[in-house]
């Protein structure tokens, strides 16, 4: 069993960057693929970016390619996403999730892909 906790959100001006955190306890989740998600009010959940598992492959949405960075750090079982350029549009509440399974860039984009989940963190840009 893995436990998430996002942390790292916050309240940024358009243009700014914020940087949150995943940090799994329960096991190491360093052969796992984890990705983030985020859900803005009334509308459904999105995929942002993943890191495949260990052969370290990343992967991103389209909105948020050029500007988002996913990375790992193995001695600290935590994965972060760099978010650059933030625009109020990101507005949203981010969650990782991570899953032993072995899939693929196209099916990290999808939610049932993952097994486990954290309890999100906002991330709210002000205009």
């Known amino acids: 069993q893995v436990q998430l906790a996002e942390s790292g959100g916050g309240l940024v001006r358009t243009g700014g960057s914020l940087r949150l955190s995943c940090a799994a306890s329960g096991r190491t989740f360093n052969s796992n693929t984890v990705g983030w998600f985020r859900q803005a009010p009334g509308k459904e959940r999105e995929f942002v970016a993943a890191v495949i598992d260990t052969g370290g492959r990343t992967y991103y949405g389209d909105s948020v390619k050029g500007r988002f960075t996913i990375s790992r750090n193995y001695a600290r079982n935590t994965v972060y996403l760099q978010m650059n350029s933030l625009k109020p549009e990101d507005t949203a509440v981010y969650y990782c999730?991570?899953?032993?399974?072995?899939?693929?860039?196209?099916?990290?984009?999808?939610?049932?892909?993952?097994?486990?989940w954290g309890q999100g963190t906002q991330v709210t840009v002000s205009s």
């Open positions: 999730a991570a899953t032993s399974r072995r899939i693929t860039t196209a099916t990290s984009t999808t939610q049932s892909s993952y097994d486990y």
